[in-house]
């Protein structure tokens, strides 16, 4: 699709939602929309995409009641807004239209999560993703390093870059829109995205991504959509298996979950944002006992996020109820440079591969 | 000569007049502000009391002219059946003479003190003799009497007795001329306008100097007087069992069973056993000591309470609901009847009515009517035991603020109804504490409350609804204008909307596919019933469902269907037409319908 076609197609799928209004209004009907719930207990595994998504249980806002009329309203406001973007050509971040509303009288928003959750809910209405209405993510995109030649659609014109000979110690900083790439070669076996920076270095520094033909990922965190996007690519395109590494508790696991299975908040975009294959390296509970690692406790917190996984259906496995079960036994946690402990090289020259080829990655 | 002599030379009897004369707060004249209010009081009363005997409709009319600076003429005048002449002077002119002191029954006066009292009030201030007027009948002249009271006599002195044409038929009127002042004239309205209230039945007008008050009756039914019954053993005393005793023929059983309300043979026989008495003994011939023996006796034996339905009056929960409303308009208004009830041998029944927001203030202590035998209590509130039992109930639980009385806008009335109301004084004015009499006051006050609780309740609950409702439609509007300015369409009519939200009927009228159609939605709680009528140039014959009545008016029909729509339930007609003509809905308060037309 062309860019004018692209633009034409969200404009009329942003007219389809307020002609809906429209003629509910029309027709003497209280105006209304309906939207799967988002909650966990309404994601479903979907067999032929091997992601999680939206089931079946929707909840419907009718402009009844005084919030749900409000709500209504603020959509009708971004609606319109995004629809006069488009037809400008223009672009703005989710944080500028926040601002935007300042404007909105009544119907400015009360903060910017209020915003960004209507953004997914039209998402998941209109089944486009926010960068159609040309609303940019504001957070970088990740880095990567490793043996893999791209093209990027830049405002400069087309760029190669090969991910270790054309980049610095950082690597290639993944844009926002990942759609703007193309993969022109490589050399890679596999993926490892990494949660901490401290980790991406440590391999980068150990030369793991020579000895292993391994593409090295910094998430940064809960990774930006443009990061899994890439991941998803590079797992699809490249045929690269993906594993991910993470610090030893709970809230690393949903930083795994939502690139391996999808998260709940953006479930409506599973099937181009989660990397189904994508298997979990560690830190797992058991390494906590089995290396001795050096371990923080489990706050209230902590226990209460290990609880809510073990009815998150999407930790709904043998493995992770037994990992799980023991962490929460053990009361403990580690980050995943805990393994320094045992020396620099211990985790690219003995957990690594150890871990690695017992999954059957090398 | 010795002391004691001396003494004896200063000692005499007092008549009662003379007594009363020095003892006059004892009746209620302690002040001049006072005595005009109690002297129309017992003038109404002794008014409201025949009218009730003699089976009429009381009208009533009051009067105070100012005469001189401080002197004013008090004028009550009733359609009553009058007073035979020569009972008059009595009446008036002499304290103590009444028809009701040995009766037991619930009657407004007792005694025979308080207008009698009033007259030798006024003779004491300004020396002027009371005027009477009375007639008994269309048969009959009216008398005009001027009557003083010879005070060391407590006996009736009349300076004048004629035969005058009066316009009412039958009826008493009555003119006493005394120092006094209108200072207190709010509670003399407010003691006329609570008479009105327990005395629904009543039409009272007044004339305060000039100004003139309307007291409408709501009621058209005289109300059944009550009858005197016999007294029953256990409010018994040993003077009062005496004095009967005395005037009886009869063997002791016989005696109990006709003296007594309520004693029966078995009764009678038990009372014997108990006193060691001999049946056969005459009654009058008992002495003191055989008499106590026999009240002891009397007290001991159950005898079923008196029998109250006779003897008293209740006003009905009806009626003080209509006397309430008719003065206050009130929001909420309850009233509740208790069954009869007994302290001391007396029955007695207490009534009570809760009124909530209308023209009360709504702010400070809540206003409280007292009444014992359907006369309103204006003083000493505080010593009152209608007071205390409305103090001593929990208000908070009913949602009603307090600081010992409740407060805000709530009215609360108080009614006991007794053969013998027991007062603090003889001037009337609060009801004393028995307890059987408050248990019963603070019974049908928790009753009402929790009625009360229910009606604020749900009082708030509509007041919430409404402003959900109006946030609501402040905000559709909006949404309907940013919609109309996106797909860039004219701006929809939303007041069907704003129907269904704020719970009205909705009727639609719009012209499709060459069918006229008629659409009703009710969106409120209750089902309707309404007459639908449309004026078009369409007969309509064709029409689904067919029209209950088509009238033909020049080139147009009107056509009339009547239906009944269950809440949330929809209606509607159809017929062959191109123009819809008009649409006229009834049935439904106008606020609670939207009409929309849906060709314009």
Redesign the interface.
Known sequence: MTKEEMDKHAVSK??EI??R??SQ??R????YISLPTRTKHNIEYDEGTEVWKYGEKETTRT????KS??H??KM??V??FL?DQIGENRSSTLREMYYISEGWK??KFGAQDESNFLVEDLEIITELSREAFHLRPEEDGASIFGPVKIREQTRRGDKDIHCVEDVGEAGYSIPNNVERLTFLENDAKFVIAMETGGMYARLMENGFSEEYDAVLLHLKGQPARSTRRMLKRLNNELGLPVVVFTDGDPWSYRIFASIAYGSIKAAHMSDILVTPGAQFVGVQPSDISTYNLPSDHLTEGDIAALKAELTDPRFDTEYWRNQINLQIKLGLKSEQQAFASRGLDFVTKEYLPARLSEMGII | MELAEQLAGQQKSISVAEFFEKNKHLLGFDSPTRGIITTIKEAVDNSLDACEEAEVLPDIFVGVKKVDKDVYRIIVEDNGPGIVPKQVPFVFGKLLYGSRFHQIKQSRGQQGIGISAAVLYAQLTTGVPAVVISRTSHKNKAHRFEIMIRTEANEPEVLKDEEIEWDRMHGTRIEIEFKTTLAAKKRLLDYLMYTSVVNPHARIKADIDGEVYNFERVNEETIVPPKAILPHPHGLELGQLKRIAAASDSNLKDFLINSFSRVGDKNADEIIGGSGLKESRKAKTLTNEELKKLLESMQNVEVPPPPASQCLSPIGENMIIRGIDKEFQLDFVRARTRKSKVFSGHPFIVEAAIGYGGKLESEGTATILRFANRVPLLYQQGACAITNSISGINWKAYNISQQGLPTGPVLILVHVASTNVPFTSESKDAVASIPEIEKEIVLALQDLGRDLKMFLGRRDRNKQFEE?AR??CS??P???M??????E?PV?D?S??EG??MKKV?A?KGVRDGFVEIMLSNYTNTAVSLTIYNMSPEDGKDASPKPDFVDNIGDEYNKLWKAVIEPDNMWSAKYKGTNGGTLDIRGVEEKKLVV?DLDN
């Open positions: 942003l007219l307020a002609d209004w429209y209004i029309k003497a009907e209280i105006p402009a009844s009641t005084a009329a409000l209504l309203l009708a406001y609606v319109g629809k009544r119907a | 959900r946030a609501v905000i559709l909006d949404i309907a940013k919609v109309s300015e996106i797909v369409k929809p939303i069907p909307l269904q939200i909705v639609k929309i």
